[in-house]
């Protein structure tokens, strides 16, 4: 194939963390929220402040396993009229003005639609790196992954502290880029604190891949940060971006906001 | 009727596979979070099949409780409209908490005890699912939470009311379209957060496996009565068997038992809203496309790029934009025949059942007597019909009195003393 995805950027994106003594900041933004062009400029701005990489939300109608700030989030997308091709465009204007990897997370029904050869081809088309799909469970998987590697995109798999270790050993083997933990049972959204769950999901994870660790769900602050990159190799945060981007007084504040606590959480993710 | 056959969990064919697709369509699309706590699902009721006390509990449960077997009741007034041919109701209005929804709940009821779990949630519609399970969980001394979209509990107030005295929690979702739809997604979201002691008694024969196959066996029990009581009534099979369909639970469960019977049609009559042709209906197999909603592959109502379309239906229980897989299945197979039925003829059936035989049906089975009335001029006068009366229309008096103008006696061709 003449365009190939950037999963080895992934890769090497997050080797070089490990390397730095530090876990990866990775950060998720929907597309078309607040509008197209603002979701990228925030994902700039997000990458500025200090992100390694980025997930672009493809937002969908019945968004199950998001809590309500992302659920607001998608709804202004789509009622802005956002589609799969904005989304790409976001991946490849992002990608193309920072150099960091770009994943899409998303529902599985719009790429089912969408057809999966199809959107293969143009997220590797767009720099893209890979793909996160909540709601594609592994044995569901198959032929997503045979595009997915034919076009050098990574598969992302969500593990769950309720995943039993043999399960945790067949998602693994079929995953790429790295492990998405999720740090307790519940859907997006910020928390309090993230509880021990994720530290022990990270370890019985760990028993049966090579693949970076990455925790998300309820990260939100330079301290959680900071415990999480204690034990994982990456920290998630993405509905703490999308809050500061609602309560924004204005586009311009928004973004500052974001880079700023993309500095704040690329700092507590520095192990010493 | 023997008691031991209430509960038939093993039907010939339509077995789904291992990964429970029924052909193209089913399978288990949940997040992670959710797997081990389907698979318990799934585990479970296998084990329940195969245990004769399970059996012998929801058998007690439905003679005694629900009042099993239902009636099957000859409409002729009412089938002088349908060209003659003969028309027989299955009564699952008459079952305890008024639709058909009783029998599946008490099934989960027993599965959630069965698995140690003290919590149920579910989602409901028309509010009959969600009365069923709160009824079942005032029985069982479970806590009950219920996932109403908040246009439901506006359009089913009375239901929601019915809940509350029940003893369960009714929460009304404000997203999406806030109908069913979304209180669907809003129970997801639940179960995926306190999965440790929760079931989702889910409502419908939807959603992941095993939920669709299972559903559908605690509802078989409608069409293995019915196909016994046309026997003995009216000597032979019936040309039809119909049924609305939203989800398609009272469908399946009518029709299951005659799929091995060639010669009978089955028909499901989904609602055309406004008509199909104006886009505000939720006529899932005649306009949809298919894909994935709510755990499962099947027809669902949407756009070229997959996003889930806003369904509409005068009946809260049919406004859904998607189906069971196995619907999907008999559709693309062509043992079923789906049609769609606007809200205006729904209403005037609705109506014409209450003058000609005193009964007075919910909307959403006023969906497949309206079909009904056209399948029955068709059949013609040799005609066989039976239709499933799915639920009662009690709930429906504010709609209804709305639609027609009964409070103010406006209603403008039906007055008092009109039953002709």
């Known amino acids: 194939m003449s365009n190939q995805g950037n999963i080895e950027l992934l890769s090497a994106t997050l080797a070089k963390a490990k390397s730095e003594d530090r876990a990866a900041l990775v950060a998720y933004l929907p597309a078309g929220f607040p509008t197209v062009d603002g979701a990228i400029e925030a994902a700039k701005a997000i990458i500025a402040g200090g992100a390694d990489v980025v997930e672009i939300g493809l937002p969908h109608s019945d968004p199950v396993l998001d809590g309500a700030v992302i659920q607001t989030a998608d709804d202004i997308a789509l009622r802005g009229g956002v589609k799969i091709a904005d989304v790409l465009r976001t991946v490849r204007e992002t990608f193309e003005a920072t150099g960091v990897p770009i994943l899409v997370m998303t529902y599985w029904n719009p790429i089912d639609r969408y057809g999966v050869e199809r959107f293969t081809a143009e997220l590797a088309a767009a720099g893209g790196a890979g793909c996160i799909l909540p709601d594609l469970p592994v044995q569901e998987s198959a032929l997503w992954r045979e595009h997915a590697a034919e076009h050098g995109l990574a598969t992302v798999f969500v593990v769950a502290p309720s995943s039993r270790d043999e399960r945790l050993a067949t998602i693994t083997a079929a995953g790429s880029g790295f492990v998405y933990a999720a740090s307790l049972m519940g859907v997006t959204g910020t928390r309090e604190s993230v509880g021990n769950e994720a530290q022990e999901l990270v370890r019985r994870t760990r028993t049966t891949t090579e693949l970076p660790v990455c925790v998300g769900l309820g990260v939100s602050n330079a301290v959680q940060a900071k415990q999480v990159a204690g034990f994982a190799d990456g920290v998630i945060v993405g509905s703490a971006f999308v809050k500061l981007l609602l309560d924004a007084p204005d586009e311009q504040a928004g973004l500052a906001a974001v880079r700023a606590l993309a500095g704040e959480l690329a700092e507590g993710v520095r192990r010493s | ?312 239906s005068i009946s809260a229980g049919l406004d859904y934009p998607g189906i069971g897989p196995e619907h999907s299945y008999l559709k693309d197979t062509g043992r079923g025949e789906y049609r769609a039925v606007t809200d205006d003829a729904a209403m005037q059936a609705l109506r014409l059942l209450s003058r000609t035989e005193g009964i007075i049906p919910a909307i959403e089975s006023a969906h497949a007597l309206a079909g009904a009335l056209d399948l029955g001029k068709e059949l013609g006068k040799d005609g066989l019909i039976v239709v499933n009366l799915s639920g009662r229309g009690d709930k429906d008096m504010d709609t209804a009195a709305r639609y027609f103008g009964l409070y103010d006696g406006t209603d403008e061709n039906g007055t008092e003393g009109e039953n002709k």
Not at chain 2, 39 to 44: F, M, Q
Not at chain 2, 142 to 169: F, H, K, P, S
Not at chain 2, 253 to 279: K, S
Request: hydrophobic letters at 40%.
């Open chain 2, 1 to 312: 009727m023997s008691t031991s056959s209430f509960f038939i969990p093993d039907p010939e064919g339509h077995v789904p596979n291992t990964e429970g697709y029924f052909g193209d369509f089913g399978g288990k699309f949940i997040p992670e979070a959710l797997v081990a706590a389907v698979d318990e699902v799934a585990v479970e009721y296998e084990k329940a099949k195969g245990d004769p006390a399970f059996a012998a509990e929801l058998n007690e449960l439905m003679v005694n409780y629900t009042g099993r077997p239902s009636a099957l009741t000859e409409v002729p007034r009412f089938a002088e409209h349908a060209g003659g041919a003969r028309i027989f109701l299955k009564r699952e209005d008459l079952n305890h908490t008024g639709s058909h929804k009783i029998n599946n709940v008490l099934g989960q009821a027993l599965l959630t005890k069965r698995m140690g779990k003290t919590r149920v949630i579910a989602e409901t519609g028309a509010g009959q699912h969600g009365v069923a399970t709160a009824t079942a969980c005032a029985l069982f001394g479970l806590d009950c939470t219920i996932y109403m979209g908040e246009i439901d509990t506006q359009r089913q107030a009375l239901n929601v009311a019915r809940m509350r005295m029940l003893g369960a929690e009714v929460i009304a979702v404000k997203s999406g379209s806030r109908t069913l739809k979304d209180a669907i997604n809003e129970a997801f979201r639940d179960w995926v957060a306190n999965v440790e002691e929760t079931h989702y008694l889910f409502g419908t024969v939807a959603g992941p496996h095993p939920f669709p196959a299972m559903v559908r066996d605690f509802h078989r029990v409608i069409g293995v009565e019915a196909r016994r009581q046309i026997l003995e009534r009216a000597g032979r099979l019936p040309d039809a068997v119909a049924a609305c369909v939203g989800g398609g639970s009272n469908a399946i469960g009518l029709f299951h038992a005659f799929i091995p019977d060639a010669d009978v049609r089955l028909v499901g009559f989904e609602p055309a809203g406004h008509g199909v042709e104006t886009g505000e209906h939720a006529a899932t197999l005649t306009a949809g496309e298919p894909g994935i909603l709510h755990g499962s592959r099947s027809y669902v109502l949407q756009d070229e790029e997959g996003q889930i379309t806003e369904p509409y």
